[in-house]
């Protein structure tokens, strides 16, 4: 009995589908089991994609695949920032990613984004983690550098993963992914232009770096309101030398003796066993002397291990976890959370992306800002100011007011849409990397950006 034309269909489609998970199952950067990982259900993959093959250069990915129905979900692109911290290492192992260390094991993440969506971690720029270069020249890079090599492991990631082509894709990042995120978007829209490759559906931003001096001459108001330091220090230091200015001279080397010691008295009164990325809470004692991020320690509450930036640099220093991770280190003798010999253009932070953000905005690209709202470094603040200023720039009107959002009976943080294409909401108790503080707000949070719906409004 011969073939239908539908049933031949259908049996070419199931032929498809069978080979695509064969691939998948056979994928020579699929990882076989981490060590001390817990029994999971869904695919992990890692390993390089090669920018250069002149130079020698490669990026390292993490790639979790979600945890049911794959082929349904979103594809999500990670990234951490800096510039120079690790995507696998914070973003991954320390905020959404499925597993966390714990000692010689890994423990699962409840609130793993990869619930939701397909996760891809990049290790970026060359020199950051895993990521290499045989050139030791190459390792001087700035934010054109990033966002071009970003672009291009995109291009070539999918000629490892050509099942991904066309699928919805996001990207997410937090503080100096701000330039990142961006910049990364706006490429691939101009490429966009000629080829039809990236299927871009929207950009969230966690405390970003979005404007130098709105972003950092916060932090003296945040400091002051949270009982941080003195009256008389803060109406010094916001009349005589503000933060962006301080910044500024700190990396043209050039400190003004007067900005210097503003800035010894701030740092006396905050004191270094207060965590600036959470003010609130408590630091990792063994680590205050020794911060690993560049733009440090985490914090803790009651369910969060306050020192795992030191679980997580001595799991992925394992031999055993690199091998199964495919993974080597280049030019460097320890994979840690943020390099150390990576020079970066550090002036690029002068440089604003508000604007960037505003033109993907025109091309109809959705845009989410969120803050935690202990974070003193990238204040909420003024990520509030520079969403709300662009929202007039661009004559958006408000579509849901400012307002509270739940996260099951509790009040997750406060938000405002502006013509359903440029959000900013506020994550209540959350630090610098939002996810690691709050994971569960934070996934309410993904869930409704992915979505493109309003966060919860009342109780669930």
Avoid at 423 to 449: C, D, N
Wanted: aromatic share 12%; charged share 20%; hydrophobic share 40%.
């Amino acid at each position: 009995m011969g073939f239908s034309p539908l049933s031949l269909v259908l049996s070419l489609l199931l032929t498809c589908c069978v080979i695509e998970i064969k691939a998948s199952l056979y994928h020579s950067d699929r990882i076989i089991n981490l060590p001390g990982q817990p029994q999971v259900g869904f695919q992990q993959f890692s390993g390089y994609v090669t920018l250069d093959d002149k130079k020698q250069r490669a990026l390292f990915y993490y790639f979790v695949e979600a945890e049911i129905d794959p082929a349904s979900k979103p594809l999500v692109l990670w990234l951490n920032g800096g510039p120079g911290c690790s995507s696998l290492g914070v973003g991954a192992f320390s905020e959404n990613g499925p597993f966390r260390p714990n000692g010689q094991v890994l423990v699962r993440n409840d609130y793993s984004w990869n619930t939701e969506a397909n996760m891809l971690y990049l290790e970026t720029p060359v020199g950051v983690g895993f990521s290499y270069s045989n050139d030791t020249s190459t390792m001087t890079v700035d934010d054109k550098i990033t966002a071009r090599d970003n672009l291009v492991f995109l291009q070539r990631w999918f000629l490892k993963f050509p099942q991904y082509r066309g699928r919805d894709l996001f990207i997410t990042g937090e503080s100096y992914a701000g330039h990142y995120v961006p910049q990364l978007a706006q490429l691939m829209t101009q490429f966009n232009r000629k080829h039809k490759l990236f299927n871009l559906k929207g950009i969230a931003l966690g405390n970003p770096v979005l404007d130098f001096a709105t972003d950092y001459n916060s932090r003296a108001e945040f400091f002051w309101s949270h009982g941080v330091i003195s009256d008389s220090t803060y109406n010094i230091f916001t009349t005589v030398c503000n933060y962006s200015r301080y910044v500024s001279e700190f990396y043209r080397d050039s400190i003004s003796p007067l900005c210097s010691e503003v800035m010894t008295q701030v740092n006396k009164e905050t004191s270094k066993f207060v965590d600036i990325y959470d003010v609130t809470l408590d630091v990792c004692v063994s680590s205050v002397f020794a911060q690993s991020k560049v733009i440090t320690t985490q914090q803790v509450s009651e369910r969060i291990d306050v020192c795992l930036d030191d679980e997580t640099v001595n799991y992925l220093n394992r031999k055993d976890v690199q091998k199964a991770l495919h993974a080597r280190l280049v030019g460097v003798r320890k994979w840690d959370v943020c390099n150390n010999v990576l020079d970066y253009d550090w002036l690029n932070i002068e440089i604003p992306t508000i604007s960037i953000v505003g033109s993907l905005l025109k091309e109809g690209i959705p845009v989410l800002v969120y803050s935690g709202d202990q974070d003193s470094v990238i204040p909420l603040t003024g990520s509030r100011k520079l969403v709300h200023r662009l929202a007039k720039q661009l004559g958006l009107n408000t579509t849901v007011p400012y307002s509270v959002w739940f996260e099951g009976q509790q009040v997750g943080g406060w938000t405002q849409v502006y013509g359903d294409i440029l959000s900013f909401a506020t994550v209540r108790g959350a630090a610098h990397e939002a996810p690691f503080s709050q994971p569960e707000r934070s996934l309410v949070l993904f869930k409704s950006f992915l979505k493109g719906m309003p966060l919860p409004d009342s109780f669930s």
